[in-house]
């Protein structure tokens, strides 16, 4: 495996879905995963008002970009979110999100940092998810 991830000792650990603190990459090429929304293959927006559901399907647009690229979720180091007017009580909503599709997609929690924002590019749009992966 190109990645190995852990938390070490003396950072706060966290049980959501397994994260990890740390990803050490020992592959040779890097692929970039531009921000993936809830848009489905005809980009019409889904799951519109739904944070859960939108997290699901740019998870799973997520998904379909690694593959064309050769890649899974065991490759991907790095995540950015980005939800709109984010606040802590919706963690739950963001987790359940990710709860649909984290055993279809078979997610592995890599290093990742959720920023909230005041607007994504379009309406009704409410999380963007960007990744980095190495490959061998």
Same mark, same amino acid.
Do not use: C
């Given at each position: 495996?190109?990645?190995?991830?852990?938390?070490?000792?003396?950072?706060?650990?966290?049980?959501?879905?397994?994260?990890?603190? =740390?990803?050490?990459?020992? $592959?040779?090429?890097?692929?970039?995963?531009?921000?993936? =929304?809830?848009?489905?293959?005809? $980009?019409?927006? =889904?799951?519109?008002?739904?944070?859960?559901?939108?997290?699901?399907?740019?998870? !799973?647009?997520?998904?379909?970009?690694?593959?064309?690229?050769?890649?899974?979720?065991?490759?991907? =180091?790095?995540?950015?979110?980005?939800?709109?007017?984010?606040? !802590?009580?919706?963690?739950?909503?963001?987790?359940? $999100?990710?709860?649909?599709?984290?055993?279809?997609?078979?997610?592995?929690?890599?290093?990742?940092?959720?920023?909230?924002?005041?607007?994504?590019?379009?309406? $009704?749009?409410?999380?963007?998810?960007?990744?980095?992966?190495?490959?061998?």
């Amino acid at each position: 495996m190109p990645v190995t991830l852990l938390n070490p000792d003396g950072i706060p650990k966290t049980d959501a879905y397994r994260y990890r603190q =740390v990803a050490i990459a020992t $592959g040779t090429r890097q692929v970039h995963i531009a921000g993936q =929304v809830a848009y489905d293959a005809n $980009g019409q927006l =889904v799951a519109r008002g739904d944070l859960a559901g939108q997290v699901a399907q740019a998870y !799973r647009n997520v998904a379909i970009a690694l593959a064309a690229a050769g890649a899974t979720f065991s490759d991907v =180091v790095r995540l950015t979110f980005y939800v709109v007017d984010w606040k !802590r009580e919706m963690i739950s909503d963001f987790l359940a $999100g990710i709860e649909q599709v984290a055993e279809e997609l078979k997610i592995v929690p890599a290093p990742a940092s959720l920023i909230g924002v005041s607007v994504l590019f379009e309406p $009704g749009v409410l999380v963007e998810i960007e990744a980095t992966a190495v490959v061998a």
